[in-house]
Structures are given as C-alpha cells and as structure tokens.
C-alpha cells in the first residue's frame, strides 16, 4: 500500500525539525522551543513512522541527543549511553510493567529502583584504578565530547574514590546540574556586574560544562547526581541497581536522596505523586520521576531497542514550560495605580494548569525580550508560580497566528483617563488616585484610616464590603451613608451603625494638614501635609500653586511638586474635593508661615528608639522634623525626649540616667495630634 503524499512530506518535515531542534539543544545549548514541545514532535515522527513502516536508521527518532561539537576530543563510549523512552500517564505506566512482565515470563510484581528526572546534562565519568580519567558528555549516545578540564572543577566529583580501587575501570553516569538557588545567586550576580542573564538551570550548566576554558566553568556551581554504571572491568557490581547506588555512595560519589525502591508499578505511581507534590521546594529542577528495573540481571534480559532500554521508563511531570502566542497585551490599573502590562495568551496547559494571561511586569520587560502582540513565547510555570514569558520564540520564516504589532504604554490610565506618571526608571503610575475606579478600595482606606479623616469603625472589610456592593463608589459616598444602609449589612446592626454614622460625623471636623494627607497625594505624607498646611494656609492656595511657589515648601522638591501640581490639576480631583466640602468637611483656617518661627518643636532634638508598632519610623521621624525637631541616633544631655516604643534598650536607659523626658507610643502619638490639630 502506498504511503499518501502528505504523510510523506509531514515526516520528512518533521525530521527536519527534530534534526534542527536536537542540534539547538545538545549541540549549542540553545533551545528554541520548550522539552514539551520537542516531545510532541518527536512523538507525532514515531507514531508516522511506526503506522507507515517508514523508519529508517538516519531517522532523528533512531538517535540519541546530538552530534559532538568541534574544539573538543571525541570520546567513544564502549557502551551505549541511550535515551529513555517517556510515558505521560497512569494508564502508560502500567502498560510498560505489562511489556516488561510478558517479555520476561513473569506473574509476580516487579522491583523498582525510582529517583527524581534531574533536568540537567548526562555525563560519563571513567575511573581507572579509581583515579578519574576521563569526563564526558552522552554526545549522540555513542560519541560524545571529552570535558574532564571542566568537571575536575566541580567540588562534588571525587578526583579519587575512596578507598581506591586497583586494577579496575569503573564509568559511573549521571546528571550534571545547576541548583535552583545556585541559578538564581549566579544571575544575581551576572545582572549586578552588567553580563547576561541565564534563561534556565539546564541550559546554563549544560553551557558551562562543555566551555573550553575551565576557569569559566569553575565560575558555576555546578552539581552532580550518579544515576547509573557502564563499563566496569576487574569489579564485580551487587546484583541490584539499589545496592549499586549504595557502593557509589560509599566511594564517595554523590546520589540522589530522593530515590526510592518500590515493589510494583502501583507503588511506583504514588512515589510519582509525592514527587509532583514536593517538585516546587526541591532545590533543583526535575522534569518526571525514571523508574528502573532494580535487579541488573532482568536489566539484562530486557536488553535495549536503538535509543533506549526496554528496563527503564521516565515518567514525565505536567509540563512547566510550554510555546504559545501572544494574542493581545492589555494594561492593568493596580489598586495603588501602578500600571501593568498583562499578556493575553492563547490557552496553554503548562504546569499542570490551562494558562490564558500572564503579567509582563513592565515595559522594560517587554523591551528585554523583544516582545511584540503575535509572538510566539515560551511561558514557564513552576509550582505555584505565577505564569512567566521567559522567552520570544525567534519569528524569522515563522507563520505567525495574528500580526505582529509592537506593544506601546497607554497615554491616560485604563480605568479613569487620568494621566501617567513615570514611577523611577521602569514603572508608570495613575495620577488619578482618590478618583480612580481600580484604586477605590486603597483610597478609601486610606482616607478613612487613623492619621488621615480618622473614621473610627470604618475598616478594611467594612470598606471592602460597602464598595463590592456598590453603597460606596469614592469617599465622598462616606458621608452620603444612612443608618438604614449599614444595619443592612450582615454583623452591622442598628446600634453599630449609629456609632458609624456618629464617627462620620465627628470626622467632618478635621485638620488641612489630615485633610491633604487623606487625600492621597503621590509621596505626600503627614510631615509634607503639614508643611504644605502652613505654608499656605488655605487650601486654594495649594491647588493654585505653580511649580515654583510648591518648591518654596521646605521638604517639597522638584518631583513631588509635580506630583501636587498633577493631582490639583485633575478637574475630577478638584470636583471631589468641592464635593467633600460641601458635605460638610472642613477645618479651621491656618495662618499662613513662611518661616521656621511657627514650629511647635524648632531647637529641641528627638529620639526614636523601640519599635513603633502603630506609626512606621521613617513616619515619626519626618512629622518631628516638619514640626521642626531635630531627630538624633544617640541619647545625649542635648536630647530633649525620648520615644521608646517596646524593645527599647540602652537608649531608654541612658535616658533614664539622665533624666531625659520618655513618651511611650500612644503619649507620642497624642502630642502629635495635638500640634497638627
């Protein structure tokens, strides 16, 4: 029967892809497309192959890995370093055992040797009268590259077993591999001195393993786990693969202390569940658990097809990186109006979740990796991480779903149209604030809190509570409230809400300074408030103020005047103020100081010492000097009081020694409100 001419041409594309994606990954350690991905081609080559009789020996689905690369001595490998055959599932699972237990006559369960799928790179180590010789990379299975100058380096690799074994050749394979935290100290460092920064662990070790010059290998903290034994002459092994990893350990080589031997493929699968379940904390990455036959006698009988041994089987973990494309990228208003670009992703399952959109942190980001709308990513979810793009598929001769578009910040916020501020060098931020729909919560909860309209019974999930149900849509609706709206709400009550509504109230009778403070300028705090309170003394003056006069401010620079000049510039900003006023807000008029003579506490000197459990420090310390003390690290006979809150220690009582006035936080706290009242 002929084989039809499409099926002809998708597997001879299909080699082309795997021999293209095979030499990216083994040959330049720089894959373009996730694990998963490769997998599925390599699976769809076979399945053709198989179901058209279309396997050939120079088939990509024959090899192992890929070809030696120049520059280094080819090594051969006596005996063949093969590839493991996969399965996704339980159903997979069980139909190998079946294969194996029918091939070797067997009723009874079979044992199992089980240990994490490291994701790093498969090395040979042959030691000769237990002396390492030689070091090399699995290459395409049989010829691989010599890297002895670079494995010497790695401080686990024993140079010497112990005790040393005459008369013998021992190879010993394993999985060379970066650490999790390792990876991420390296990148740390990489970033802080301008270099690049590493993709993943598997491709960074597999990269520092087959440098030419070990001194940059050496620059890597590599890592070594011992998975199995090739050649061994004059040495006679145990008769299990369990009993083996026992002996290598006690030669001094490192092993996996993740593995297990489990008794029949049932057994087998709850080690693979417990090891998903713990995947996210173990310190390195494994992509699947591999299971082996434990007796090397039935290893034996079982023998090996081309790539892989018929005794061994990867059980391979949900995915944690997969391809998709970038649909759309939209612009997202955090609840304290820092502006987010947030990827909009045809569905992908990845991590063991459908993955739809991810955030792309900032436009520095989308600058790094060169993204554009209709790029093909690679997404990676690890654990419960939240999903990430780490990488742009490269779109040359690609047939991209959707056009490609570059992804360019909005010019007025998303949620209110007010404008964006650049927030330091990446971020960009609302200037709406107090009237910005995706702000609404903060904002509230800002202005209701203690040091700002101080609304006592108006808390978090009060707030929360009255905005979710849309009683309130600003701050201005506070004090539309009714009695009747809150004895609604469950746990509310008629005496509750009368206290509420009393608090409301009372609150209308505030100060400038807690009024401009509950407003919720950018980097306005208390001590600015107050400044700018009695530098104008009223608030039109403020709102009128240019850049210029907002810089006489003391404590006000060039940056935070634009922020007040943004925020009294928005009219809707205006509007609500206005609106607040004539609910009933207001205040005693300040008299206006432009000089330093109207400072409650100009000339005397503050210490702070204790923790502050109501008021961050940084606060206290700026609302003292705008009330124009000094604030000093030591006690001293010049110091004038000392705030000590619990866990206060030698300053308290060098103090006390001196008889140095002491406020405890509340006594603090009270005489600030009675000099900004």
């Known amino acids: 029967m002929a084989v039809p001419e499409k099926i002809l041409r998708e597997v001879s594309a299909l080699r082309q892809q795997v021999e293209h994606h095979n030499r990216l990954y083994h040959s330049q350690d720089a894959p373009e497309i996730p694990d998963a991905d490769f997998d599925a081609l390599l699976r769809r080559l076979e399945e053709l192959e198989a179901k058209y009789a279309l396997q050939e020996d120079a088939s990509p689905s024959q090899r192992v890995g890929g070809e030696a690369i120049a520059g280094f001595t080819q090594v051969r490998h006596e005996i063949a370093m093969l590839s493991l055959n996969k399965v996704f599932d339980e159903a997979d699972l069980k139909s190998f055992e079946l294969r194996l237990k029918k091939r070797l006559e067997a009723e009874s369960s079979l044992q199992y040797s089980c240990e994490p799928k490291v994701d790093g790179i498969a090395v040979s180590l042959l030691y000769k009268d237990g002396v390492l010789e030689r070091a090399a990379t699995r290459g395409d299975g049989t010829t691989g590259e010599d890297i002895t100058h670079n494995v010497r380096t790695i401080g686990s690799i024993p140079l010497q077993l112990k005790p040393k074994i005459k008369n013998t050749v021992i190879e010993i394979r394993g999985e060379i591999f970066l650490t999790k935290e390792g990876f991420k100290k390296l990148n740390e460092a990489s970033e802080k001195e301008g270099g690049k920064i590493f993709v993943n662990p598997r491709n960074t070790a597999a990269g520092a393993i087959r440098q030419l010059d070990p001194k940059k290998a050496a620059k890597i903290p590599l890592q070594m786990y011992c998975y199995s034994v090739g050649r061994v002459d004059g040495f006679k092994l145990p008769k299990t693969l369990s009993e083996v990893f026992s002996l290598i350990s006690e030669w001094g080589l490192p092993v996996n202390p993740d593995r297990s031997v489990e008794n029949g493929i049932d057994a087998c699968l709850k080690y693979c569940l417990a090891l998903l379940a713990k995947r996210s904390v173990l310190p390195y990455e494994i992509d699947g658990a591999v299971l082996k036959v434990d007796n090397l006698e039935l290893q034996r009988q079982l023998g090996s097809n081309a790539r892989s041994p018929r005794w061994a089987m990867a059980y391979k973990f949900p995915a944690e990186e997969k391809s998709t494309t970038v649909l759309d990228v939209e612009f997202q208003v955090g609840r304290t109006g820092t502006i987010t670009p947030v990827a909009r992703l045809e569905p992908v399952f990845v991590g063991g979740v459908t993955v739809s959109n991810t955030t792309l942190h900032n436009m520095d980001e989308i600058e790094r990796l060169g993204l554009q709308i209709g790029d093909r990513v690679i997404v990676r979810r690890a ?225 702070l010492t204790g923790s502050l459990e109501k008021m ?55 005489l600030l409100d009675e000099l900004m009242a």
């Open 383 to 607: 654990g419960d991480v939240i999903p990430k793009v780490v990488k742009v598929i490269p779109h040359e001769g690609a047939s991209n779903k959707i056009e490609r578009k570059p992804i360019l910040i909005p010019e007025v916020c998303p949620a209110c149209a007010s404008a964006l501020e650049k927030d330091g060098d990446v971020l960009y931020r609302c200037s709406g604030g107090i009237i910005c729909p995706a702000q609404r919560k903060e904002s509230i909860k800002h202005f209701a809190s203690r040091s700002a309209m101080d609304i006592e019974g108006l808390g978090s999930k009060l707030i929360e509570l009255l905005v979710d149900k849309e009683i309130i849509t600003s701050v201005a609706d506070i004090y539309a409230l009714t009695p009747e709206q809150l004895a609604s709400l469950e746990r509310m009550g008629d005496k509750s809400a009368a206290k509420l509504i009393a608090a409301i109230q009372k609150s209308k009778q505030t100060s400038l300074p807690r009024f401009l403070f509950a407003l919720g300028i950018r980097e306005v705090g208390e001590a600015t408030a107050l400044q700018l309170a009695t530098h104008f003394g009223i608030l039109d003056g403020i709102i009128a103020a240019d850049l210029d006069s907002l810089v006489q401010v003391p404590d006000v620079g060039p940056i935070m005047a634009e922020h007040i000049r943004v925020f009294f510039s928005n009219k809707s900003n205006v509007a609500l103020i206005e609106k607040l006023q004539g609910s009933g807000v207001t205040w005693p008029v300040i008299e206006a100081s432009y000089d330093d003579s109207a400072k409650p506490l100009l000339g005397e000197t503050y210490v």
């Open 616 to 670: 961050p420090r940084n606060e206290a310390k700026a609302m003292l000097i705008a009330l124009g003390a000094k604030v000093a690290g030591s006690v001293s006979k010049n110091t004038s009081c000392v705030v000590a809150g619990p866990g206060a220690g030698s300053k308290l009582a060098k103090a006390e020694e001196l008889g140095i006035k002491v406020l405890d936080e509340e006594e603090f706290i009270a």
